[in-house]
């Protein structure tokens, strides 16, 4: 889309209602001529978060999952014809930075659901294809209960939940963890082994009998992107509610760890945000300052210009890589991805992280340096950059991804695959 307008004049949301509450009469246009509307629902989260946070409220996002179905954000993907957006990669990674920007629960919680998508646009079944893309482009949005606490290798296709016949259909049975962004969802996909221990996905609804949904995470960040644990109890699941996982079509997950990078791209832009508040908020500086009020004060401008400038770098990283994301998609044939296309996209999702992991952290501790004390209040929530980066940053631990990159560089191993669910 490199002769189209740039993104923030393409993007189009109508608000027809006159009150305070947000309405919307169609989805993302990215072809749109009109300025973008995108701002309100944008400044709508935003401003929900920051009334949650300075009032210390224990509410969840819900409001802004209500603007973000009535808007159909999660169709942004879908061709326009089928009622979505016509979005591609890039596009989406430069509006989840935004969204992180305003809200980083809200953008992390929709990860699962922009991924499922992914595998949507990917089907050969065209009847099963356009049940689920209807669905999203009606502004439904889809969880993940996929992650199990046991001995097995995270990324292997052996699950501790089960599947067991039951008639005509099957009986679920388990218990997940980490179920971000369920806890808002209209479905929900669960990963499990049948009977016969062959590995397959269930999508079905959030609200089936059986299915209970813990709001119990406990991390030191994320707090409300509802990643607690999903019970299942004799759960009734229909066969056509069944895919059995091939993870030959896309060898590689780079999509997934890539969007936690967008997520930390959007903080970082909140953290610039925070540190010229901080600057212009005070009005003495120190005896040892170089400047008699702290906005003329040439070290703190450095410290906010390094801030801008990891903020910029992670950015145009992440939206990089998301390019190669778009080439190994766009290769797709009969829903199997290119491999090689596959593993660039994989290994420069993966040269992300090494670095953005890195800026980020220091970046949020950087902060500080241009606060004083007074910084330091619970009352500012400033530590919940560092936080909300660090628990992103925990999913995949950074060491293992260097070393792949440094053996395939020396010895032109290939990145290990990540079998994909569903």
Do not use: C
């Not at 040439?298 to 990891?310: A, R, T």
């Amino acid at each position: 889309m490199s002769s189209q307008k740039p993104l923030n004049q393409r993007i189009n949301f109508k608000n027809k209602d006159e009150s305070n509450s947000l309405t919307f009469t169609s989805p993302v246009k990215v072809d749109s001529p009109e300025l973008p509307e995108l701002e309100y629902l944008i400044a709508a989260i935003a401003e929900d978060a920051e009334k949650r946070r300075s009032t210390g409220s224990k509410d969840h996002p819900y409001y802004a999952f209500d603007l973000i179905r009535k808007s159909r954000l999660g169709a942004l993907r879908l061709p326009v014809e089928l009622g979505g957006s016509g979005a591609n990669i890039r596009d989406l990674f430069q509006i989840l930075i935004r969204l992180a920007e305003a809200d980083p629960d809200v953008a992390h919680s929709l990860r699962s659901h922009f991924s499922q998508v992914e595998k949507f646009l990917l089907l050969t079944d065209e009847k099963l294809r356009e049940k689920w893309l209807q669905r999203v482009a009606n502004g439904e949005i889809i969880g993940n209960a996929s992650a199990e606490i046991s001995s097995n290798n995270a990324g292997n296709l052996v699950f501790e939940t089960t599947l067991s016949p039951d008639g005509e259909g099957f009986l679920l049975n388990g218990k997940k963890y980490f179920s971000t962004g369920t806890l808002y969802a209209d479905w929900v996909v669960v990963t499990a082994s049948t009977h016969e221990g062959r590995p397959a996905s269930v999508i079905i609804p959030t609200n089936r009998e059986g299915v209970i949904i813990e709001d119990d995470w406990d991390g030191i960040g994320q707090k409300w992107t509802g990643s607690g644990t999903t019970r299942l109890h004799n759960v009734y699941v229909n066969q056509d509610e069944i895919t059995y996982i091939d993870g030959s079509k896309t060898p590689f997950n780079s999509f997934l760890q890539l969007y936690l990078h967008g997520v930390i791209a959007g903080i970082l832009r909140n953290v610039v945000t925070d540190a010229k508040a901080l600057v212009h908020g005070r009005s003495r500086t120190f005896s040892f300052a170089a400047a008699d009020t702290p906005r003329q004060d040439p070290q703190l401008q450095h410290v906010i210009g390094q801030l801008s400038s990891s903020a910029f770098t992670a950015e145009t990283i992440v939206l990089a890589a998301a390019d190669a994301i778009d080439a190994a998609l766009n290769s797709a044939v009969n829903g199997v991805i290119d491999y090689s296309l596959s593993h660039e996209a994989s290994l420069r999702a993966a040269q992300a992280k090494v670095i953005i992991d890195q800026l980020a952290l220091q970046a949020s501790t950087l902060l500080f340096e241009v606060g004083g004390a007074s910084a330091t209040r619970q009352s500012k929530h400033l530590d919940r950059h560092w936080r909300n980066i660090r628990t992103l940053a925990s999913h995949n631990p950074t060491v293992y991804k260097a070393r792949a990159i440094g053996d395939y560089v020396v010895n032109s191993t290939d990145l290990p695959i990540r079998e994909v669910y569903f």
